[in-house]
């Protein structure tokens, strides 16, 4: 039977995840995974739920202007449940990564160290318009032992709310607690403020989704706040690029899905390869309907492009726009990622073992790629079976997040009556 649904406040919601955390933290592997595959069900099963309020939120979003990358991220049919419903039950066959022996010693006095992991307890999240994010953290947090407050934002409100409620019945009907997942959408931005100020109440804060999001969450929060980042993408084509290669990666890059984070933003083409590859890559691009944003070198050999400006190596499109620029060197290259990147992803494509060998050490990203698409940067195709986000800071956790970067460690120490001298 669905909950009985009592008003609370921000604060007893946040207490009663705090309550929820402590019993998710000794609930054994068994009864966890019993949990996702009831979300797993659910999500499915309840569809006719769910959909409609989607469709509500995408009405409102057309007629607030939300911009068609953000009504992209946050579109929900019935494959996408399945897609989710999917990565639910693929978490369920992670290794439950709560308890694993990081390292350990006995030391020459007979005492027995062993560094474990435990969960963080309270994750809260902030996010905008991805109701995939709803689903992912509820998985990830459970598996990994912690309770979860998410801030979804006013544009998937009524999509997270249906969510949220159907998760939470998943995990009563196995005898998890209801609280480990919960919406604070309710209480606005006024919300979101307090959950970032909540230090005490909330072990760790991820925020997901705009750049503007992202640093007003790192510079206003109290609560420790793992930074993931947006996405100024980067592809290099080298002077010895293989044309078939780089036409069908730069192509899967940019278009199969372009409002996402890992999605190409900026092609740099070498000088020596520019009037071989660009008719050809760009010429794609454009039948796929990408706006080329190109400097007067590139415009030259490809005359179906836009004028670039300062702010086009600058910007996130989240949209079938793409640009580009002809450099004379991979120093160049890494000159030109050095001074734009948001230190997302990366990739080069190369037939030269040395260029490959020096983009990988020297450029300073959470992924470095080889002659590879920009979109295998994802928690599902690193095998992590959802993903936190991708990370883009350098403590803790770095490029796609999974059931590890959930927990921390403690020590434990058994002795036997010994006593420091």
């Given at each position: ?307 670039a400006t300062e702010e086009d190596w600058r910007t996130e499109y989240m949209s079938l726009d793409l640009a580009v620029k002809i450099v004379g060197s991979l120093d160049e290259a890494i000159g030109h990622i050095r001074r734009y990147s948001t230190h997302h992803t990366e990739s080069i494509i190369t037939n030269d073992l040395a260029n490959t060998e ?64």
């Amino acid at each position: 039977m669905p909950e009985t649904v009592v008003a609370r406040s921000l604060t007893e919601k946040l207490d009663a995840a705090r309550v929820a955390s402590r019993l998710l933290a000794t609930a054994n592997t068994a009864l966890k995974n019993r949990g996702l595959h009831a979300i797993a069900v659910a999500i499915v099963a309840h569809a006719q739920r769910i959909i409609p309020a989607n469709d509500l939120d995408l009405a409102n979003g057309r007629g607030n202007g939300l911009s068609a990358g953000m009504q992209d991220r946050l579109r929900l049919d019935e494959t996408r449940l399945g897609v989710l419903a999917d990565a639910v039950r693929l978490v369920a066959t992670l290794v439950d990564p709560v308890g694993q022996n990081v390292r350990g010693q006995t030391l020459p006095n007979g005492l027995r160290l062993s560094e474990v992991r435990v969960p963080f307890g309270v994750v809260g999240v902030i996010y905008e318009a991805r109701p995939n994010v709803t689903v992912d953290l509820a998985s990830l947090a459970l598996k990994s032992g912690n309770a979860v407050v998410l801030r979804g934002g006013s544009a998937a409100e009524n999509t997270n709310r249906a969510l949220v409620a159907v998760i939470r019945d998943a995990l009563s009907s196995v005898g998890l607690p209801a609280d480990a997942v919960q919406t604070i959408d309710e209480f606005g931005r006024d919300g979101a403020r307090q959950l970032m100020q909540a230090r005490g109440q909330v072990d760790v804060l991820i925020p997901r989704g705009s750049a503007d999001l992202i640093s007003t969450v790192v510079a206003e929060s109290t609560v420790p706040v793992i930074e993931t980042g947006a996405g100024i993408v980067h592809v290099f084509l080298d002077e010895s690029a293989d044309e078939a290669w780089a036409i069908d990666i730069v192509h899967n890059s940019k278009v199969q899905r372009p409002s996402v984070c890992n999605a190409l933003e900026t092609l740099l083409v070498h000088e020596a390869a520019a009037e071989r590859l660009l008719p050809s890559v760009l010429g794609a691009l454009r039948a796929s309907g990408v706006t080329i944003h190109a400097d007067e070198r590139t415009r030259a050999i490809f005359a179906d492009a836009v004028a670039a400006t300062e702010e086009d190596w600058r910007t996130e499109y989240m949209s079938l726009d793409l640009a580009v620029k002809i450099v004379g060197s991979l120093d160049e290259a890494i000159g030109h990622i050095r001074r734009y990147s948001t230190h997302h992803t990366e990739s080069i494509i190369t037939n030269d073992l040395a260029n490959t060998e020096r983009f990988l050490a020297e450029v300073d990203s959470a992924v470095v790629m080889v002659n590879s698409s920009t979109r295998f940067t994802d928690g599902g195709e690193f095998g992590f079976g959802a993903e936190v986000g991708i990370s883009t800071q350098k403590l803790h956790a770095r490029g796609p997040m999974g059931l590890s970067e959930l927990t921390s460690t403690k020590w434990m120490v058994r002795g036997a009556g010994q006593v420091r001298e």
